[in-house]
């Protein structure tokens, strides 16, 4: 069973349509915070965002909102709940959530979520990290997307392996449940490739090539 003390929540800066999507969010927060897991998203207080770090902040764990300084001008995404970190790049942004975090979650969203998410499937068959990546499928939300990664595995546009990288669960619970069992299957060819070290430590990480 892997020990997961951290999850990245990717989701929207708005609420949505179907006030279950917020009820969810906050359900969410509250499940992390009860298995006291620590929340790194991408900081404000906008939409689900806010939700699910006002519900783990709420439970006492901690929070890091990490946030392109853009972002921060006249407060335009209002004020973090819990600790922040400011970068300069959106791709430090998702780097910096990568190194971070032990896992990663997707609640309904928009063009920026689904960027986030498949940007971390991309770095994950790559064998640029091997931490587990799942959406909560809120009232059916995710069925499209789930939908066509099926179709593209039957196109053999993406493998059978690397389909199961994306877990799907309905329930906050079960997900988590699903990230903790989860067991890496690294492609033989690309678990080869070498990695330079992140701009934390090294040089600057180029990490845009996806697949």
């Not at 990546?133 to 499209?144: D, K, R, T």
Request: positive net charge; hydrophobic residues 45%.
């Amino acid at each position: 069973m892997r020990k997961i003390k951290k999850i990245c929540v990717f989701c929207g800066a708005n609420s949505g349509k179907d006030v279950a999507f917020v009820n969810a969010a906050f359900h969410l927060g509250e499940v992390l915070g009860k298995r006291k897991i620590d929340l790194v998203y991408g900081g404000g207080k906008l939409g689900l965002m806010g939700c699910v770090s006002t519900a783990v902040a709420q439970h006492e764990r901690q929070v890091l909102g990490i946030i392109p300084s853009a972002f921060t001008v006249n407060n335009l995404v209002g004020e973090t709940c819990g600790k922040e970190i400011k970068v300069a790049t959106m791709q430090e942004r998702l780097v910096m959530m990568m190194e971070l975090s032990d896992a990663f979650i997707a609640l309904p969203g928009g063009f920026g979520t689904l960027e986030e998410l498949f940007q971390m499937i991309s770095w994950a068959q790559l064998s640029i990290h091997n931490k587990p990546i799942g959406v909560l499928n809120i009232n059916g939300f995710f069925n499209g997307l789930l939908s066509f990664v099926d179709h593209a595995v039957k196109q053999e546009f993406i493998t059978p392996r690397a389909r199961k990288i994306l877990i799907s669960a309905i329930t906050a619970d079960e997900l988590v449940d699903k990230l903790q069992a989860f067991r890496f299957e690294s492609d033989p060819a690309l678990s080869k490739l070498k990695w330079s070290p992140s701009s934390s430590q090294k040089e600057k990480l180029d990490l845009t090539l996806r697949l």
